[in-house]
């Protein structure tokens, strides 16, 4: 595996790439959840690239940028096991000019749930994942499901400029008693661990709930806030795939999405319907 830190570095050396290239962008402390990208990136390409790079630019003032985890030792050695070839960790001074050309989010799916509760965080996001993708050039770039609005918006950038990569959407990967994988779990201790499997219990109820055939989304909400109420809850939302709201489930077009704080973190998680 090559260790490339400079991003113009990186393009030259990809420029010489034979075959498919597979890209999983990331911000480090890897769990399970990126492994499961990085595999089906290695299983459908004859490349893969990993970044690991804490972007300062999609975390708003007074959020965890400097508590974030960095785990690069481990990431290094996990990257090896999981047959990377090149793995991209960037210094900010390299990426990011003082006063460089931004990229925007859109003005509406860019500022409601995620961006309606950290606004300007989808800026910084499409910030970074336009340079990356413009610096790896992949023929296939990795996503979780499990940051659904993330997800949406990245295709929408590639759709709205024309970008030449396919976007592979991914399954969230969950520890055995259901709480999606996520870096900032680590902030959790026992107890806080314990409450924030409400999250994925109130979305395992919904999807029970639609089973047995309640499709009214105002039912389905209620009967999750129940169960989310020892919780700080930011947002319960019903919608479908292009992030508009539902009155009714639409069955294989719905995503059911949660945002709550335990303590002082903060969890994000959703189920597709
Ligand atoms: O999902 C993440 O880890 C980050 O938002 C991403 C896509 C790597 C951009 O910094």
Redesign the pocket.
Known sequence: MRIVQHPIELKKELKNVKGSIGFV???GALHEGHLSLIKKARDENDVVVV?I???PT?FLPGEDFNKYPRKLEADIKLCELAKVDFLFTPNIDDIYDKDEVLIKAPNIKGYILEGFNRPGHFD??LQ??NK?LNIVNPTNAY??KK?AQ?LYL?KKMVNNFYMDVNIVECDIIREKDGLAMS?RNVYLNDEERQKALLISKSLKRAAKLIMQGVMNVQDIKSEMLNILKPLDVEYVEIVNRNFDKLDKIEIDYTIILVAAKVGTTRLIDNIWI
């Open positions: 962008p990331t911000m970044s790079f804490v972007n999609q910084g996001v970074i994942v990356l996503f979780g940051d993330q990245i870096s």
